[in-house]
């Protein structure tokens, strides 16, 4: 099983920054891709930002070039700049292929963390 402790949500201006980060923990062996997935109230949730263990990335068209995501084995932080308020909304931390002892590979989803962008 592993565990997902997602931080660093919180309210921001519109234009200002926020950082997540996801620290995975658990009987890891090892995880294919980390990343981020947003949900707007009332949509459905969409990709914001994963990375593979190998280090390539891959962006949501519309967070391209504003946001950044980063790992360090089985932590992810994701760097939001120049926030607008169609951002605002529940950001989860996805841990996709996690290999665990009896377990070859699973996906697991964090509890979510509230931003919110508002002036």
Do not use: H
Not at 21 to 40: D, E, K, T
Not at 87 to 93: K, L
Request: net charge negative.
């Amino acid at each position: 099983q592993v565990q997902l402790e997602e931080s660093g949500g919180g309210v921001v201006q519109p234009g200002g920054s926020l950082r997540l980060s996801c620290a995975a923990s658990g009987s890891i062996l090892s995880i294919y891709a980390m990343g981020w997935y947003f949900q707007a109230p009332g949509n459905e949730r969409e990709l914001v930002a994963t990375m593979t263990k190998g280090g390539n990335a891959n962006y949501g068209d519309s967070v391209k070039g504003r946001f950044t995501i980063s790992r360090d084995q089985n932590t992810v932080s994701l760097q939001m700049n120049s926030l607008n308020p169609e951002d605002t909304g529940v950001y989860y931390c996805k841990a996709a292929g996690a290999i665990t002892p009896g377990n070859d590979g699973a996906d697991y989803w964090g509890q979510g963390t509230q931003v919110t962008v508002s002036s």
